[in-house]
């Protein structure tokens, strides 16, 4: 007789933010844990066309796997351009 060992299964990690919207187009990313593989990452870019005949539709605009390692690496990268651009870049408010 075999004795099953019930263990505790965890939901990978999920993320997903908005890129650039307007009332007629939406780009999101989404970042996600890969279960089978737990040290890569998967980075997703969809958009939506708010007016399109199914605008619920969402297209795969790029999609990668990356190490946490280098998924690190970007976000710093990330801070480092918007350090360097400062305020500079920020639409003017009317």
Do not use: H
């Not at 890969?34 to 969402?58: D, F, M, S, Y």
């Amino acid at each position: 007789m075999s004795v099953i060992e019930a263990t505790a299964v965890a939901i990978p990690a999920e993320i997903e933010c908005i890129l650039s919207g307007s009332d007629t187009y939406i780009e999101t990313l989404t970042l996600k844990q890969i279960e089978a593989q737990p040290w890569l990452t998967e980075l997703v870019i969809k958009t939506q066309l708010l007016t399109a005949k199914n605008p619920e539709e969402r297209r795969v605009k790029a999609r990668c796997c990356i190490e946490r390692a280098q998924l690190a690496s970007l976000g710093s990268a990330i801070n480092r351009f918007l350090e360097s651009a400062g305020s500079s870049s920020e639409p003017k408010r009317r």
